[in-house]
């Protein structure tokens, strides 16, 4: 890949985590530095079929981020691939972080090079920079990866919809220094694997001038990752609220959904207990503090979601006939009704009702500050990261980096003012590619 843009602080992670995904390819028997990101050519044209781009968008309205790709019809080679990041997102997750750390003690603002919300939302750049490459790839959603058992540190799959993962620290203050793995995961290895390996010739058999892969081979690939425990369930089977099975979410974590609930509601309650002006820049409207605490009263959202779909669930794989598989099983009742407990903790009232001293420091908005204005204040300009324009810039194709999304953002108002431009990536041209999986252009929504 190349990159070329602006100095940005999102920059240097996207590279780094589309480089990722070299760890993957050279599992499957490629030499170390096949996959490449580099900088774009100052003269290259991001339409050039030869370059593979990763393209940053620096806006304030909601976006998807986007991992597509131009395809042979014929063969169903991939011809290049082109990611869309948005620095929505990263907004996003810069109010996620000051919501749940309320890191403006005494009023001091913080300096870039001390900033653990700026080093989560940089964190959530890399995952999400590494999971749109690889839907260029040809790789689909996994979101069964998170379910599968592993510490913080350890990457199943970044084509999981990660939700951050927080702590406690001693002081039962929450923390997000592991909030995103790094590295390319277990699962993405065997899809890199079962797509991009190259088997021997079987003479003979050539189609359009591309070699037909050995099925033992293959198979054996599949059979060895079943072995392990990993579990590939995808969007049509995780995305509906009706959906049955039991490790099938998008922004969830844990192998068990409502002890993982429990902890996600034991980690509110104590950012609640802190949650005050505190989360707030000094010279921001009080106001603004309701459009902080949203992501924290809703912390618990996703992975209630996730919880619910043990009661009544149905563990189950996509099976062939033969192929040895696990068959359907209903979940466990004990594990139904340890979810339903979890769950009805939402519905309390200790849950459901705010401090009383935070609900005496909430005003009214004030005129400049509408609701749902974008929540993030300007950041001070520092050597590496440039001022912020005054308005957001139209999208450059020739730029591109990463980070994550901020809600219902507007320029018109007091309230609201852009965050620093991040820079760009593209890439060359990839081995191999496996048998195009349609849901490989599936968008990513913001959160």
């Keep these: 890949m190349s990159t070329a843009a602006p100095p940005s602080p999102s920059a240097p992670p996207s590279s780094k985590a589309a480089r990722w995904w070299d760890q993957a390819f050279q599992a499957a028997g490629w030499a170390k530095g096949t996959f490449r990101v580099d900088i774009l050519p100052a003269d290259a044209d991001p339409m050039d079929i030869r370059y593979n781009i990763i393209q940053w968008v620096h806006r304030y309205t909601r976006g998807w981020s986007y991992g597509s790709a131009?395809?042979?019809?014929?063969?169903?080679?991939?011809?290049?691939?082109?990611?869309?990041?948005?620095?929505?997102?990263?907004?996003?997750?810069?109010?996620?972080?000051?919501?749940?750390?309320?890191?403006y003690v005494n009023g001091k603002p913080l300096p870039p090079a001390n900033d653990p919300m700026l080093q989560m939302a940089l964190a959530r750049t890399r995952q999400l920079a590494a999971h749109e490459t690889g839907h260029t790839l040809g790789l689909a959603h996994n979101f069964a990866a998170s379910s599968f058992p592993h510490t913080p540190e350890e990457s199943v799959s970044v084509m999981d919809y990660p939700h951050p993962y927080i702590t406690l620290?001693?002081?039962?203050?929450?923390?997000?220094?592991?909030?995103?793995?790094?590295?390319?995961?277990?699962?993405?290895?065997?899809?890199?694997?079962?797509?991009?390996?190259?088997?021997?010739?079987?003479?003979g058999k050539r189609h359009y001038g591309v070699s037909f892969e050995s099925p033992e081979g293959l198979n054996a690939i599949l059979e060895?990752?079943?072995?392990?425990?990993?579990?590939?369930?995808?969007?049509?089977?995780?995305?509906?609220?009706?959906?049955?099975?039991?490790?099938?979410?998008?922004?969830?974590?844990?192998?068990?959904?409502?002890?993982?609930?429990?902890?996600?509601?034991?980690?509110?309650?104590?950012?609640?207990?802190?949650?005050?002006?505190?989360?707030?820049?000094?010279g921001a409207p009080m106001a603004q503090l309701e459009d902080t605490l949203v992501p924290l009263y809703l912390l618990h959202r996703y992975q209630t979601e996730a919880a619910i779909k043990e009661i009544g669930g149905l563990d189950y794989r996509y099976q062939l006939r033969g192929d040895n598989q696990p068959a359907?099983?209903?979940?466990?009742?004990?594990?139904?009704?340890?979810?339903?407990?979890?769950?009805?903790?939402?519905?309390?009232?200790?849950?459901?009702?705010?401090?009383?001293?935070?609900?005496?420091?909430?005003?009214p908005r004030p005129p400049a500050c509408p609701?749902?204005?974008?929540?993030?204040?300007?950041r001070p300009a520092s050597p590496s990261t440039p001022s912020p324009p005054p308005s957001p810039p139209p999208t450059s194709p020739s730029t591109s980096s990463s980070t994550p999304p901020a809600p219902h953002a507007s320029s018109s108002t007091t309230c609201a003012s852009p965050t620093p431009p991040p820079s760009a990536a593209s890439s060359k041209p990839s081995p191999r590619p496996p048998p195009r999986d349609p849901k490989a252009a599936t968008p990513c929504p913001p959160k």
């Design 70 to 103: 131009v395809v042979d019809p014929r063969t169903g080679e991939i011809l290049k691939g082109n990611v869309t990041l948005g620095s929505l997102r990263s907004r996003q997750d810069y109010l996620i972080a000051e919501a749940l750390l309320s890191p």
């Design 169 to 203: 620290n001693k002081e039962g203050i929450p923390t997000l220094a592991q909030s995103y793995a790094v590295n390319i995961g277990i699962w993405d290895k065997v899809a890199i694997d079962y797509g991009y390996r190259e088997f021997d010739l079987v003479e």
């Design 224 to 282: 060895a990752s079943e072995k392990t425990g990993l579990i590939y369930i995808t969007d049509e089977d995780a995305r509906p609220f009706g959906g049955a099975h039991p490790h099938a979410h998008l922004w969830d974590n844990g192998t068990d959904p409502a002890a993982e609930l429990d902890r996600i509601l034991t980690i509110r309650t104590a950012a609640l207990a802190r949650f005050g002006e505190d989360a707030i820049r000094p």
């Design 328 to 363: 359907p099983e209903i979940v466990p009742s004990a594990e139904q009704k340890k979810a339903l407990t979890a769950v009805l903790k939402t519905l309390s009232p200790d849950t459901l009702t705010l401090p009383e001293p935070l609900l005496k420091i909430l005003p």
């Design 371 to 378: 609701a749902h204005a974008n929540p993030s204040p300007p």
